[in-house]
């Protein structure tokens, strides 16, 4: 095992580390045809419009795309597309998702908008946090308890602590569609994260002093890096998996306090899978 996994396999043991997921978590996954999931933004946007590209200032980040589609069609098609994407197309099963839910963990954080980890923690009671955006007063988010059978809505002050929480930042279809996708979304979303609205108050006492393992998560874009940096807040620093990292993404990293890690994820799913025959 490389000896940069033995403290990240060891924190996730004792669930001192979270894991934060990208759009290179999904790499893989794919329908029946074979045809791969749109997670990352030059994929949702290409899925969007039909397989073409659209103006280059809209090719830039997936938010200012789904912006202009939401102003010149309505909000209901920006949901439909979404739905359609990750609600009502089967997608073949993520090892990485599997092998998190069999961890144990105590806290997950998906930046995806697709159910794969839902689905994978569909047998075991968890709490959901769904971030929200653009709603008349009150919290940004919706929060679920799920028993092991399906969901219903939870009030904050209700939530079992003692369960795995899995936090969908930029929404779900599941139970209900709910999505931070536009730039308007992400502008009242990041502006509700700094004001502390968007974080349910059990989860900022649970995640102080913890550290963080990116897996599959690019921070070329603003969008990325002020999610994150408000979603680790109070972090204990931790680790980035980017086998070819920019500079930009380095020096994002650094003042961050988060370590580059030069590897992919199917590196530590090997290492994960020699660390339990050793043990064996």
Known sequence: MPASFAPILAGLADGSVVPYLGAGALAGVADAQ?????ADSDSLILAMNGGRPM??????EFPRAAMHVELKRGRAALTRFLDATYRDTAWS???LHAWLAGLGLP????????TLLQQA???TPHTLVVGTARIAGGWRFRLYQHDGGGYRTLEPEAA????PVLFKPLGTPLPESSYIASDADFVDYVTELMGGFAIPPFVKRMRQGKRYLLLGLRLNRDTERMVLSDMVFGHAGGWALIPDATDKERRFLARLGIELVPAGLDDLLAAAG??????A
């Open 34 to 38: 074979g045809r791969p999931m749109p």
């Open 55 to 60: 103006a280059p200032k809209l090719m830039y």
């Open 93 to 95: 099963a993520s090892p």
């Open 107 to 114: 806290y997950v954080i998906d930046s995806n908008r697709d």
């Open 121 to 123: 923690y569909a047998d």
């Open 160 to 163: 079992d602590a003692g369960l």
């Open 274 to 279: 020699a660390g339990a025959l050793k043990a």
